[in-house]
Each structure stands twice: as C-alpha cells, then as structure tokens.
C-alpha cells in the first residue's frame, strides 16, 4: 500500500511557465514533508520541506503548498528553467517511524526551452 | 567537500556471490540509510542507523545487511546476491532528531548475473 503518492510519472512544461508537481498522501501520521530534486547519475537533493503545522514554505523560486485536510502537497517553480528538468521526489516523515522517510515514486519534470 | 562518498560507482555481479556497498559521510550526522531505487517504484528503504552502535531494519531488508561500527561508515553487505537485487543503490545520512532533511550519495549502479 503506497503511503505517498505522485500520481503523474512526467510532466513537461515550457521555459518561464509555472511548474506544478503535486502529491498525495494517506497516512495521517505524517507530520513532515519534504521535496527531492534528482539529475541520472546522481543522488537525490533536498530541495523544500514543510511542516505539518504550516500551509505554504517560499524559496526562491520554489514554493511548498500543504492542504492537511486534502492530504495533499504540491510544488510550485516559477519560472520554470531548463535546468529545472529532473525528477522530483515527495517524501513524508512519519512522527511514530523512528526516523524513516516514505518517497513517493517520483515526477519527470521536462522543461522545454 | 563535506559529503557522502560510495563505492563502488556500479558493478557486475554473478548470483551467489557475497558483496558489500560501501558508505563513508564526512558531515558527523548520526543517523545513516540504505535505499534501492527501482523503475517505476521510487526508493524504498533497506536499513537504517539512528546512531554508532544501533541499526534497524526499512521496508525492504531481506537478503540485506548493515552494521555501524562508527559514525562515519555504514557498509551494506549482500550475503549471496540474487537478480531481484539488481538496482541503484544509495546511502543517505542525516542529523539526529526528528525531521531532518536526508543527504544522498551518488550512488551504486548493481547487476546480478
């Protein structure tokens, strides 16, 4: 049973454009989450995170956006770069896990110049 | 540069044969992670390490094991490797406490024959 859900292998969009990647989740003991941005041949690289107890986190270009009740996550990029394309990883840690983070499968992102 | 090295970067293994993946931080976090990454299913986790001394078992830990002799290194061994191991296999540390975000090697490109 999938804990965390990216229900879209690949999106692309165009240069400039927004990028929106989102999430989904069943375990309501999940109190953290968290987006990777992985390159092939790479490991995957922190990008975000958000806490439970918060609604939307700002970096940069990056924005976290929580809906608790939906059991929903999603990721904005704007604009969304070349350099952007990548997949991209939505993970939960679980307050009662000891530690151990659910991935979801993950999201190609293709920016197209 | 502070990080996560691994070893080997890929490798071609016959069925049976013992192997072990090896995982050395230079960043002193004391929790450490083993993960597979395979098509279509994100990364699941294998073993785990809270701190020097200690390991519990992930999602996927048959046919895997770990020990965390200090904090530096947390080696992965395959007593007899079988086909249904071959992925892409990547070690993660991060800080202790809770909600922390997982820092990643590059990771171990493996293929049992």
């Known amino acids: 049973d999938q804990q965390v859900k990216q229900n879209s292998p690949s999106l692309s969009v165009q240069e400039g454009r927004i990028s929106i990647l989102n999430c989904d989740y069943t375990n309501s003991m999940f109190d953290y989450f968290l987006w990777y941005k992985k390159y092939p041949a790479e490991g995957p690289t922190f990008l975000i995170s958000?806490?439970?107890?918060?609604d939307k986190n700002e970096d940069g270009r990056f924005t976290v956006f929580l809906n608790k009740s939906a059991k929903h996550l999603s990721l904005h990029i704007v604009p969304s770069q070349p350099g952007d394309s990548a997949v991209y990883f939505c993970?939960?840690?679980?307050?009662?896990?000891?530690?151990?983070?659910?991935f979801g499968k993950g999201t190609l992102l293709t920016v197209n110049p | 540069i502070a990080g996560i090295t691994q070893a080997p970067t890929s490798q071609i293994l016959a069925a049976g044969r013992r192997m072990t993946l090896r995982c050395t931080q230079d960043m002193r976090h004391n929790a450490m992670y083993w993960y597979r990454q395979d098509l279509g299913l994100g990364l699941r986790l294998i073993h785990y390490?809270?701190?020097?001394?200690?390991?519990g078992k992930g999602e996927v830990p048959d046919g895997y094991s770990v020990s965390r002799a200090n904090t530096d290194d947390f080696p992965l061994t395959l007593a007899s490797a079988v086909p249904s191991q071959t992925s892409v296999y990547f070690c993660?540390?991060?800080?202790?406490?809770?909600?922390?975000?997982?820092?990643f090697g590059d990771g171990t490109r493996l293929s049992i024959l």
């Open positions: 993660a540390s991060s800080e202790q406490g809770s909600n922390q975000p997982q820092h």
């Open positions: 390490s809270n701190t020097a001394g200690t390991t």
């Open positions: 993970a939960a840690y679980d307050r009662g896990s000891n530690y151990k983070l659910t």
């Open positions: 958000i806490s439970s107890i918060k």
